[in-house]
Structure formats: C-alpha cells, structure tokens
C-alpha cells in the first residue's frame, strides 16, 4: 500500500474491479478458500498486530465497549475464519439469470447479475467487520475500499494484506482491495462519486449521518432505528408481553430493538398493565403519555422528544392511540422506517397496519429483534437500509449486485422494426440456467 | 394548487403517497381509465391551452425542434391517451411476492413490492412526458411533483389538473400528484431528500448533469450516452455492416445511437472498407486514427477529444485495435456504461467482451438502438439508468418500485433462538399468489 492518493488508489481498485467482474465464481470461490488458509496461517501474526492496537487502547483509556469491540482474540478470529468459509461455500451470486426474454426471432436479450463495481465499507473499531466485508465482496465480484478505526490501524493493516494477497495469488487482480487510515482519506473518498459506486457505513447514528450527509455517492445503511411495537385492540394480553420484553430487552443497544410502544386504548385496561410490569421486572424504565400514566402514574412523563428518541437503552416510550390509524400515523410521521410490528389477533387489521407501516420490517405478532439478516435466512448480511431505493430492510450479498443486459441476434437492426419491415414477438422464456449469451440462432 | 413553498407541497405528496400505497390496485386502475375518460372529455380545453404555449413560443422565436416538441396536436394527444389507457391495462406492480421463507414453524417472512413513495419528474418541454410519468406513477402507488418546461406552461396546467382531479374522483387521495412551475422552485426541489425518494430528469444531457450535480436524492437517468460498435476480426462483413449502419444512422439524435467504431486489426481490411462505404453513402462523416486513415486517407483526423465525444450527430470516430482486450478498455475508459456492441461470429469471443465490457446493455450481433425499454419489452419506460445501484439500463414500471419485509408469527421471540431453545428452519416457499400475511399458524 504505497504513498499514493486515495484517488490514484480509488482508479487503481476501479480497475482491478473491472477484471475481477469477468473472473469465474470458482475463482473467486478458490481465493477466499485461499483467503481462510492465509488467515489461518497468519493467525500468530494477526494476534500480535491486534495486541499492539489494544495495548494503545489501554494507554489511551479508550472507552472500555470500544476496547472490547477492538479485541480480536482467539475466538472472535474463529468466528471470522468461519465466516470467511461460509461465505466461500456461498452459492455465486454473479450471472445470475434475472430476465430471458425473445424480442424477436433469433433476438435473444437476458438480464443478469453483475458486481456493482467498487464498494466503500467505512468501519469503527472492530476488525472482524473488515474480514466480513471484504469476503461479500469477493464474493460478489466487486472491489473494496476498507476504512477502518484508526485504533484497529495494526490489526486492520495486517488483515488487508493477508486478505489482498492471498486472492491474488489465487488469481484475483491486484490491486482489488484498498484499505485507507486516515480522517482526511474519508473526506477525499466521499468525493470519489466518479469512481465508487456504493458505500457501506457501519457503526453509530452519527458516525453514518455524517457520511450520508457528505457525499453524493449512494449509502446503504440506516442512521436511526426507532421501532415500534403496537398493541391493537384484540391483542393477545401473552403474546403481547412477549413480543414487547423481547424487542424492548433481548439486547436493547440496537438498532432493531423497540423504542415506542403504542397501546390501542381498548387494551389499556386489559393488556397493558401485564406487559408494563414484565417490563418493570426487567428494569425498563417508562414513559407515558397523559392517558398512559392515567393507568400507571408512577412513570415518567413522554414529551415529543421521546417519540423521536433511539435510546439505545432500557426506556420506553408508551402512547395511548385511539385507533390502527392513529398508530399507523404516528410510526409514520415518528418512526425510522426501519422495523415495527403489530400485536392482534385480527388479520384484517393486521394487513391493515402491513400496508399502512412504511417501514422496510413490518412484524406481526412477532419481535422486530428478528429484522436481521442472518435470522431472514440471507446467508450473511451486507447491511440494514431504510432507503426505498435499491435494497431495503436487511440486505445480503445481493445488495452487492447489479444487473447487466446482454442481446444476441444475428445482425438484427431497429430499423427493420421502425418501417415495419419486422414486429417484436417479446415472449418471456423461463430462466433456466446455462449460457446467457443466446442459444441457437443467436449463437451463429 | 396554492401559493405554498415547494417543501410544504412535498411533504404534502409524502402523506398523500403513504395512503396512496396502500390503495388496491383495482381503485389505481380504476382511476387511469377515469383520468383517460377526463383527457378525452376536456379535450379542446387541453387543445387550446397548448395553442397559447405554441402562440407564445413562436413570439418568443423558440428553436423549430422544441416548438415541435412542445406542440401537442391531435395525433400526439390520441396517442398520449392510448399511453394512459395501456399502462392502466399492465399488471398491478405493486404487493407481487419476490420472496417466501418459513424462518420457523408458524414464522413465516415476504418480501413483496411497494411503491417506492414520491417521485419527482423534472423534463423539458414535451407535454406528453407529463401524462407518461403521472400514468407510471399512479399505476406503481407512487405520489408525483412534476416539473415541466416553463414554455409549456398553460399545457402542463391544464394536464396537472385533469389528471390529478379524476384520479382523486376514483379514490386517490387528494395531494398526489403537486405540479412546480419555475426554476426556483427545481432549485428548492433539489434539497428536499427528506421528502422525495427520486428524482427522473428527462432532457439534454447538460440538464440531467445539472440535476445529478446538484442534488443527494437518487437520480434515475443517465448523462451521456457514448456507445460503441467493435467489430471482431472475424465479424460477419453484411452483419457488420448493417448493425454499424444501423446504430449510427438510424436516430443519430439519441443516447443509443454509436459515436464510435473499432476495428479489430484483422478486420481493417477485409470488413471495415464495406462499412466505411456504406456509412459515407448516408453522408456519415468519419474521423479516424493513424492507422484508419491509413486505409482510409480521405477522412478527417479523430483525437482523445472525439473518443469522448457524444456527437448526436451523423459523425462517427473510428479508432483500430490490435486485440478484443483493447476494445474492452477503449470502451472501459471512453464510453459512458450505456449500450455497446461486438459483432463477432465467434461465440468464446463474444462472451469475453459482454464479460468484460461494464456497461448497462451489451449487444451481439445486433444494434446500440435497441436499449430501450418498449423494444426490449419492459411495457413501458420509466428512463435509461446508467448508474449501478437500484436500477440498470432501460427500466421499466419496476424502476418505481421498492419492497417491503413482512414478517408474521405467532409470538415469536429472538430470545428463544438466541438461548438455543428454538433454531431457524429456513426454507424457502414458493411465490404462490395469495395473501402476503402468514399462512397457517401466523393467521391464528
């Protein structure tokens, strides 16, 4: 990684991308195979780099969930090992076959997937993020810009060259992986909007508002998750008290986690008292609106800043609603369009709130901790987007991918079509696999 | 339409939108048919608005080619309505299933279409543009602010308004569709990502630069359109020459039109003088390299700046390669990622270049001119998208949508998969149609 500006390595990635997009999926299989067995190899030296970066932590009284987060020890290198084999033995997402459709006779088009091309990950502390991030994208045939902590430098460092390296030597292009350190690289890297096409943040609200706020290439990811839980009117008073202590406590630092729970006022009386005290029992602290604390004085009062509010941490917000609309429009006007979910028997209310919700997760009857991409069953999750454009909701290695359209005829010409000379017969032909680059009479 | 500021108006369309979405498809259908039956009957109201912009342009001296394009008269509007009635008649785009997983027993995840939310359309003069993007629109659930040509003033007045009305007469909601009427306003317009999901510009290329430049909501569109022909050294001659002839002279005006053409070495004598002569006989002027002029000494010399040159125009640069690899990086490095062809009778060679080629449509054997969407059979066109993230190439109704994850149980807890007292099944179902919110269990 030698002296040159993220530009001039930005260009450098684009390139080596462009190759990588035409390289076989066994290729790209075969190097992060090569990619685990170089870690592995490694493992001595990759633990010595990430000791350097926690020793400095420590000197540095770094916050100690930060020093946790940098620590790369002996299980958490397992896991990422791991991780790096699974998404080897991932099916290839590339060349997929989308679309087939017959324009005319011996005009054969196909869409198809594609890499999208560079992809910017920008990371905190934790250096398995980079391991992570780096095998979906071999996987998927793009090229990467790592950025990560400036406290996981030496880990990160290490990790980018065994990761680099070892997939060259498998075949890969130089240069497909580029790893960036400092604040001031950020900043020129999110000007790069001629030669990144897609960037990936992960790490705090701010942190993620900052980069979406200061470039023009797109983001995947979300800055907030405020989440709901509403408790319709016919809410079954157990599966209300479930769902509620899971999204509020199973791990409440998250983005999934609920922040708002809003209560139809016919189940004021019946169940929301039960679910206030499950919650009460586990240290959640409430905060009601007038109505709610009508029926639970002893809490805290819930202003307009509460229903805005991520804690992160165990407080809830609690509204009473006169009505599913009501609830609809409040998640609406105060939500995050992340993940919110309904508690009710009826289906027809149920699908009610479906539709009405506009959020990427919409659970019913079920906690929104579930709105994650390893439980949705995705394989491995490129990130969570609460954009409505391009991939929404939790995203997996497909979030990585593009689509391209390929058309094979035998000298067809438009305007054969425009004198009417020929007409398009547009039938739309299964997707079976094989070659995309037209069958028969495309083929001569 | 009031005297409010752009953001109010957007905001306006936002909540009118989020209803919008959540309307069936039978009350959106039902609203174009109402929209196609007002445009017939205000007809001459319509036809003499459009007098008065057609009237002020010829006082202001406008160009021929945009009073041409402003003129709205009989025929353009007969065929604006069979337009409305036609996307009316698609297929309902909104709630199709794209995924089905049973996640656990009773637990069961969908992913299925949504609107994406508000759309902002931004083109020049052609009233038609209007009545396309509205019907696009409505039919994908999406809410609408539109922006058309300031000489076009009165038409798009008028349209704005037949168009929103009746739909709101068949049960959309009031606020849909909000027209803006200065350059101001697009300035202000810009800004809003907070309300607006997208932005389609449709115009000159400087203009859609402008809005990409100036603007962090997604654009759906594309800038240049720079697309190349390559004939391979063992191109067919008559198929060389009729997909050259073709996609240089058939509209030279448009983005898919060719601006350059690559001549494999072996192909230089044996293919290129036929086509050389057929292009010069539909008065194509031809620029070359060093070692084009050399067979050709009569034509003008073409530079860097011609390989970058979209010329729209009866102009075509040719440049000589010494192998397919070569041609893959001129395209790589001039083009504009937007359609380009190989004519090659070689299969192996072909996929080589459509691998290797990293634009939006690449053609074998057949002509630049056919990326778009109605040839390629999409029913309609929402733009050509030559960027990588959300949508690529021509795009259709679906370029409107986003998708939405429900996910529908019975109580489900992640603290129980989290504990190991229940593990996820994961199996994917099949996307039968029906109801999108829990078979079975997830019904109860």
């Known amino acids: 990684?030698?002296?040159?500006?993220?530009?001039?390595?930005?260009?450098?990635?684009?390139?080596?991308?462009?190759?990588?997009?035409?390289?076989?999926?066994?290729?790209?299989?075969?190097?992060?195979?090569?990619?685990?067995?170089?870690?592995?190899?490694?493992?001595?030296?990759?633990?010595?780099?990430?000791?350097?970066?926690?020793?400095?932590?420590?000197?540095?009284?770094?916050?100690?969930p930060l020093q946790r987060r940098l620590s790369f020890g002996p299980e958490?290198?397992?896991?990422?090992?791991?991780?790096?084999?699974?998404?080897?033995?991932?099916?290839?997402?590339?060349?997929?076959?989308?679309?087939?459709?017959?324009?005319?006779?011996?005009?054969?088009l196909t869409r198809r997937t594609t890499p999208i091309g560079v992809i910017a990950m920008i990371f905190e502390s934790r250096p398995d993020a980079l391991l992570q991030i780096a095998s979906l994208a071999l996987?998927?045939?793009?090229?990467?810009?790592?950025?990560g902590g400036s406290e996981a430098l030496e880990s990160n460092r290490v990790l980018a060259r065994i990761v680099h390296d070892a997939a060259v030597s498998a075949g890969i292009p130089s240069g497909w992986?580029?790893?960036?350190?400092?604040?001031?690289?950020?900043?020129?890297?999110?000007?790069?909007?001629?030669?990144?096409?897609?960037?990936?943040?992960?790490?705090?609200?701010?942190?993620?508002?900052?980069?979406?706020?200061?470039?023009?290439?797109?983001?995947?990811?979300?800055?907030?998750?405020?989440?709901?839980?509403y408790l319709d009117r016919d809410a079954d008073p157990a599966v209300a008290e479930a769902v509620t202590v899971d999204a509020k406590t199973q791990y409440e630092a998250v983005c999934n986690a609920a922040e708002t729970l809003l209560v139809h006022q016919d189940a004021l009386s019946r169940v929301f008292p039960g679910v206030a005290r499950a919650l009460q029992d586990r240290g959640v602290e409430l905060r009601g609106c007038p109505r709610t604390r009508a029926v639970l004085p002893g809490i805290g009062v819930a202003s307009d800043e509460d229903w805005g509010a991520e804690y992160l941490d165990r407080i809830l917000a609690v509204r009473v609603v006169d009505s599913l609309?009501?609830?609809?429009?409040?998640?609406?006007?105060?939500?995050?369009?992340?993940?919110?979910?309904?508690?009710?028997?009826?289906?027809?209310?149920?699908?009610?709130?479906?539709?009405?919700?506009?959020?990427a997760s919409v659970m019913w009857n079920a906690s929104t901790r579930f709105a994650d991409g390893f439980r949705y069953g995705l394989g491995a999750e490129v990130g969570v987007s609460t954009t409505r454009i391009h991939a929404r909701?939790?995203?997996g290695v497909e979030g990585l991918l593009s689509s391209k359209w390929i058309l094979a005829g035998a000298g067809h010409i438009v305007a054969d079509y425009a004198t009417g000379l020929r007409s398009f017969i547009h039938r739309d032909l299964s997707l079976h696999e094989g070659s995309c680059c037209g069958d028969g009479e495309g083929d001569a």
């Open 325 to 359: 609309g009501e609830a609809v429009d409040h998640i609406n006007t105060w939500g995050s369009g992340h993940t919110d979910a309904i508690v009710t028997t009826d289906g027809d209310r149920a699908r009610r709130f479906i539709d009405g919700v506009d959020s």
């Open 393 to 395: 909701g939790p995203v």
């Open 139 to 147: 996987k998927s045939g793009n090229g990467v810009i790592l950025k």
């Open 76 to 108: 958490k290198r397992r896991q990422a090992l791991d991780g790096v084999r699974s998404v080897a033995a991932l099916p290839d997402p590339v060349g997929k076959i989308l679309e087939r459709r017959e324009l005319d006779q011996g005009l054969l």
């Open 177 to 229: 992986l580029a790893l960036i350190e400092t604040r001031q690289d950020v900043g020129e890297l999110l000007r790069l909007d001629a030669w990144i096409d897609l960037i990936i943040p992960r790490g705090s609200n701010d942190f993620v508002r900052f980069i979406m706020d200061n470039t023009r290439i797109p983001v995947l990811g979300h800055a907030d998750g405020i989440c709901h839980v």
């Open 1 to 64: 990684m030698s002296a040159t500006t993220v530009e001039e390595r930005a260009r450098g990635v684009r390139a080596a991308a462009r190759v990588l997009a035409a390289c076989p999926g066994r290729v790209r299989e075969a190097a992060l195979e090569e990619v685990a067995r170089a870690l592995e190899a490694a493992d001595h030296q990759i633990e010595e780099a990430n000791q350097i970066d926690c020793a400095r932590a420590r000197e540095a009284s770094l916050a100690d």
